[in-house]
Nanobody, 115 residues
Framework: QVQLVESGGGLVQAGGSRRLSCAAS????????MRWYRQAPGRQRELVAS?????STNYADSVEGRFTISGTIDHVYLEMNSLKPEDTAVYYC???????????WGQGTQVTVSS
């Protein structure tokens, strides 16, 4: 199994920046992709950014150019710049593993962007 713990959430003003961290432990050798999702109140959870173990990244259109995913299989980061009120959500770290494509989720961290 893999355990994920996010940190770094909080309250930030529009236009500001925030860095989220995700620490992975357990069978991290089986991780092949790391992702950040978010879920705003009343909305479905959406994929924000992803990164393969090889370092290839992908972003949602809504955050392209503002957010950056980085790190390694045991520590994944999401650097968020030029934050907007619509970025307010609970942000979740997620990993995919080679063990039957099993995925794991963190507990989430709240990011609130005030206007």
């Amino acid at each position: 199994q893999v355990q994920l713990v996010e940190s770094g959430g909080g309250l930030v003003q529009a236009g500001g920046s925030r860095r989220l961290s995700c620490a992975a432990s357990g069978r991290i050798f089986s991780i092949y992709a790391m992702r950040w999702y978010r879920q705003a109140p009343g909305r479905q959870r959406e994929l924000v950014a992803s990164m393969t173990r090889a370092g290839s990244t992908n972003y949602a259109d809504s955050v392209e150019g503002r957010f950056t995913i980085s790190g390694t299989i045991d520590h994944v980061y999401l650097e968020m710049n030029s934050l907007k009120p619509e970025d307010t959500a609970v942000y979740y770290c997620n990993v995919l593993t080679t063990v039957q494509n099993q995925e794991y989720w963190g507990q989430g961290t709240q990011v609130t962007v005030s206007s």
